[in-house]
């Protein structure tokens, strides 16, 4: 027996052996692992009789299958026969399903390893170049998956796992292109190299939170670089963020939404021109740390929703780009239309709405946010960019966002999927149920809520103050659900672009102001006590003032300075809450507003669920400044109404009035169409709220 060692690399997929006659016949292959085989003793074998011209392979797909290390070639045979022998290690395509990087385990004395898969259609080949190798472009093979109509790539890597730093090597008619997996979980920074990640490895502990009913959620929109950090040095992180989640529970707030987290290039950013989107951005502390902010968030009862985009990606930093040498016109290659619809405001990278894999693409991201990394809900960015394009309509944009939204109430049904859709406004059939024809998404931002709001507050002249305005965005709703809208007067992008924060808008450079102090407080109340989802940007509960900037931190100072407004939001999320069980009608479906005075600025309005003690809520706000020692609203129900929040408390300002506004009685007699009436007294720009 003739015998021949052959080492098996991690990576090698498949082994083929081919032996030639030179003179006499006869001889046989053998294949054994570890140990020369003999003819009784081997893995495989080929023996045809009469001729020594023999082909033996074996893939890590047979039985038993082909694993590293050092393998024995054996030939036997008869004396005076001699033969040619050669053999080849090569790659093999995975059986296993899944695109990117994916660890396996078959269990004791089996493989464990990584699966490595990517889409690169018009690829010549692609090459694994990863740290186990030294970062070879040709040391490891991918192959192509089936017959090669899907365009995929294929190892299955043995001997490694999480933690691997690798890069895909892609061979092209002009050169090679040295690409970072479009699925990577980790990089080390936005230029790579990609890391593989084991979700099994991270502990969740008893993680067992359940997301609140939609009408109870008060959403805290943050920013993580900003949020808890010092000025100069590198943005916050998730660490620094996870410090002051105590203190937002004990504000009230059920959801924290992020701005992007996705891995951007350089360190410092909104988060809007990510370039890996399925990787989170390092200097925050990489998808541990996300998945670490969640766990710690959910502990202390908050959910955590994410803002994506799916209606452009980078511009910069971006591999996605030509990922595999091929475009059109000079236009984005396989991820991106190549014509003009790939046009948007931030760079021609509008993704491909009509390509399968690139819908797969997106719809397999949505679903790891919600379910590997157990985020409780999506806020989709400017989802108009999907829906219109330069020439008009993307029905195939359209079709993606209802499918994935299928998916999500198919797979995560109580989780919130929400839009940002500011064009049009208002556009019912964003929320509407996709069997109707509608996006479907469950609830979504409100232009209608916002400007007119926004510019009730900060109009320097009590006369251009437009209570039907107001009162038209109090009642809006979509498809007959209170629900259906995220409402506020402050986000990123109401801060920044040329704005300012609500105070600042209000008294430019003298945002302390009494004057900004109480309308932009009175803002909050409309928030807090409207039909919808109410929504705070981080810091408004403290007074914020400037406009948002990546670089310029949270002032945490102002907790101290202005301890009373943090106070007023405070107790205005338990009354939105029902904390107290007193002003359950505030998470009600019902609303009317009764009461609209243009002439002196007041208005007032009726919230419900049921109805009765412990659930009617009226809400009188003043937006002149103008104090009322006895002022008359209709009222629904008869009896005493108990005051339970008044604005103008000296507690939440020592510049306050304190005015001395009561409980008060409802007698019989219609007022504002309703059957019963009260006199009140009431502070300038100032809000009351009154229960049963």
């Not at 074998?45 to 392979?57: D, V, W």
């Not at 498809?479 to 704005?499: K, L, P, Q």
């Not at 009222?635 to 103008?648: H, I, K, Q």
Request: glycine share 12%; net charge negative.
């Amino acid at each position: 027996m003739d015998v021949y060692s052959v080492d098996i690399r991690d990576w090698d997929g498949q082994l083929r052996i081919e032996s030639t006659e030179v003179s006499g016949g006869g001889a046989d292959l053998f294949l054994r692992r570890g140990s020369a085989p003999t003819p009784f003793e081997f893995d495989a074998a080929a023996r045809t009789p009469g001729t020594s011209t023999e082909s033996l392979s074996l893939s890590i797909d047979d039985t038993p299958p082909l694993s590293s290390g050092i393998w024995k070639i054996g030939v036997w045979r008869p004396s005076g026969t001699a033969y040619d022998i050669s053999w080849y290690r090569e790659g093999y395509p995975s059986n296993r399903p899944g695109l990117g990087a994916i660890p396996f385990d078959d269990g004791p004395g089996l493989d464990s390893g990584v699966t490595f898969r990517v889409w690169a259609p018009n690829a010549l080949a692609v090459h694994l170049a990863a740290d186990f190798n030294g970062f070879s472009g040709l040391a490891t093979p991918l192959s192509l998956d089936g017959d090669g109509s899907d365009g995929t790539w294929s190892s299955d890597v043995r001997g490694v796992g999480a933690g691997t730093e690798y890069r895909y090597v892609i061979t092209t008619p002009t050169g090679s292109l040295w690409r970072n997996d479009p699925r990577a979980k980790d990089l080390l920074n936005s230029t790579g190299p990609s890391v593989v990640v084991d979700p099994d490895l991270f502990d969740w502990g008893s993680d067992n939170y359940a997301m609140p009913d939609w009408n109870d959620l008060v959403i805290y929109e943050m920013h993580i670089g900003t949020f808890f950090d010092s000025p100069g040095g590198v943005p916050g992180d998730f660490t620094t963020a996870m410090q002051k989640l105590d203190y937002l529970a004990e504000l009230g707030i059920s959801a924290i939404e992020l701005m992007p987290v996705c891995e951007f290039p350089a360190d410092y950013s909104w988060g809007y021109n990510y370039s890996h989107p399925y990787a989170v951005e390092s200097i925050y502390g990489h998808l541990t740390g996300l998945k670490e902010f969640v766990k710690a968030a959910h502990v202390r009862g908050m959910a955590v929703l994410l803002d994506v985009l799916y209606n452009h990606w980078g511009p910069t930093d971006m591999d996605l780009w030509q990922f595999d040498g091929w475009s059109s016109g000079g236009w984005g290659g396989i991820y991106f239309y190549n014509d003009d619809r790939a046009q948007t405001a931030w760079g021609d990278t509008r993704p491909d709405y009509t390509r399968g894999e690139v819908r797969d693409y997106i719809r397999d991201n949505v679903m790891y946010w919600l379910e590997e990394v157990r985020l409780d809900g999506l806020r989709w960015d400017s989802t108009s960019t999907m829906r219109l394009g330069p020439w008009g309509d993307l029905p195939e944009g359209w079709s993606l966002m209802q499918w994935c939204n299928d998916e999500v109430d198919a797979n995560q049904g109580w989780k919130i999927n929400i839009a940002e859709d500011m064009y049009g406004a208002p556009n019912e059939w964003i929320t509407k149920d996709t069997g109707a024809g509608g996006a479907g998404f469950d609830s979504q931002w409100d232009a209608m809520f916002v400007h007119p709001v926004r510019a009730a507050l900060v109009s320097p002249a009590d006369p251009d103050r437009n209570m039907w305005d107001v009162r038209n965005a109090i009642v809006q709703s979509y498809n007959g659900d209170a629900f259906e809208r995220v409402i506020y007067t402050e986000s990123h992008d109401e801060v920044a672009n040329g704005r300012s924060r609500v105070p600042e808008e209000i008294w430019p450079g003298n945002a302390d102001s009494w004057y900004s102090k109480k309308r932009s407080t009175l803002g909050g109340v409309v928030v807090l006590t409207a039909p919808g989802i109410p929504m705070l940007f981080q810091g408004q509960e403290l007074l914020e003032d400037g406009y948002f900037t990546d670089t310029d931190p949270i002032d945490w100072t102002k907790a101290t300075t202005f301890a009373g407004i943090h106070d007023l939001y405070r107790d205005l999320i338990e009354l939105r809450r029902n904390g107290g069980g007193v002003t359950a009608g505030l998470m009600g479906q019902h609303t009317n507003v009764f009461h609209v005075n243009n002439s002196d600025k007041l208005l007032a309005w009726h919230r419900w669920d049921q109805g009765g003690a412990g659930d009617d809520v009226v809400v009188v706000a003043n937006f002149s400044n103008v104090t009322w020692p006895s002022y008359r609203i209709g009222m629904p129900a008869g009896g005493t109404w108990y005051l339970r929040f008044n604005s103008d408390w000296i507690g939440y300002d020592a510049s306050y009035g304190d005015h001395p506004s009561t409980d008060i009685s409802a007698g019989s007699g219609g007022y504002d169409g309703l059957p019963y009436h009260a006199d009140l007294t009431i502070a300038p720009y100032t809000a009351l709220i009154f229960s049963r």
